[in-house]
């Protein structure tokens, strides 16, 4: 029977993924391997914890003798690998704790791995990346997964560092390796450092919502249930050795998607028309912040044939309605830690 160990499981897509995964297939057992930083949260998982086939083990990608634990413990058959630091503006204030967990954390795992599997070719190591690896995109144009890495920020920088690693154990221990690239991703269960939860959550607060720039950035929005599908459909049916770009082919500038959330909440909350778009505010732009994300999915289409399967309006209409009808969680997750780090990171 298959172990499948899925790092960072108790994080905002991790939680979406293991949900899935242990609901999907009860014949396989997944164990959970998190931390528990700031951004994990295992109420997100209350769902499933009771469930036969899942496991919860806390434990750090940077200490080798917790993995070597669960490794042995549990007799881990293959990984999906998505314990990351992924908040960009955390790595440009400390970019040191980005290298260790999403740098060193990937080497401590495949190590393990060679360590434990006889033949790297029955198993699978799946790693999660992201699409700012690739750098800035101008006005035209998409990333493609032949395109050139171009990081610019230490985050991106330690996931670009980390792909490089998994494609050369591959290359040269004989890994059997997936990576993916997603564009941003949004839904239920994020932790409200991120845009579209920080914004909803100011707008209900009656707090600035605020803008880096001129708010003309543009990304490309993925909800977080479609790429729990496309990680399910990759770790199952990719191909070994390849990598895969995950796009919502949704391109929104940061001011059109927060005024299009104020419109949203001035209609939920019975505001008058505009109220909410009131609050917004634009402060010094962040460094390094790249203009344009905008990812070509037509390989995982056209092999695996996935498409995303709502509109990011739909999607947006589906998060906001999540967020406020759980304001209880949300109060939870706001810890003290937070609001001194959002003080400091939000300043005009």
């Known amino acids: 029977m298959k172990t499948i160990l899925i790092t960072g499981g108790a994080g905002f897509i991790g939680s979406h993924v293991v949900r899935r995964m242990v609901n999907r297939y009860p014949n396989f057992n997944f164990v959970n391997f998190d931390k528990l930083t700031y951004a994990g949260n295992l109420e997100t998982l209350a769902d499933v914890e009771t469930k ?12 080798v003798e917790d993995i070597n634990d669960v490794f042995s413990t549990y007799k881990i058959t293959d990984v999906i690998h998505l314990a990351a630091e992924s908040h960009v503006d955390r790595s440009i204030s400390g970019p040191m704790e980005f290298v260790l967990s999403n740098v060193v954390g990937t080497v401590n795992l495949m190590n393990v791995c060679k360590a434990h599997w006889t033949d790297l070719s029955n198993h699978i190591f799946y790693h999660i990346s ?22 610019r920020s230490p985050y991106s920088a330690s996931k670009a560092s980390s792909d490089h690693f998994v494609r050369a154990y591959h290359h040269t ?22 845009l579209i939860p920080l914004m909803i959550h100011n707008a209900v607060e009656g707090k600035d919502l605020p803008i880096y720039g ?135």
């Open 173 to 194: 221990y004989g890994l059997n390796i997936r990576i993916s690239n997603c564009s941003n991703n949004y839904g239920s269960h994020q932790f409200p450092e991120k």
């Open 214 to 348: 001129d708010g003309l950035n543009v990304r490309d929005w993925l909800w977080v249930e479609d790429h729990a599908s496309a990680i399910d459909l990759i770790f199952h049916e990719g191909r070994n050795g390849e990598t895969y770009n995950i796009g919502g082919l949704n391109e929104w500038t940061n001011i059109d998607l927060v005024k299009r959330l104020a419109t949203i909440i001035d209609q939920r909350l019975g505001r008058a028309e505009g109220e909410t778009a009131k609050q917004i505010k634009f402060i010094k732009d962040r460094a390094g912040h790249d203009r344009r994300y905008a990812i070509d999915a037509s390989k995982l289409e056209a092999e695996l044939n996935w498409k995303p399967s709502i509109t990011f309006e739909e999607g947006l209409d589906k998060t906001v309605d999540w967020y406020l009808n759980n304001q209880q969680w949300v109060k939870n997750v706001v810890s003290g830690e937070y609001q001194t780090y959002y003080e400091n990171q939000y300043k005009s």
């Open 52 to 63: 036969s086939n899942y496991t919860f083990v806390k434990g750090d990608i940077c200490n």
């Open 130 to 151: 992201t699409d700012e690896v690739y750098g800035s995109l101008g006005q035209e144009g998409l990333f493609e997964e032949t395109t050139a890495y171009d990081p």
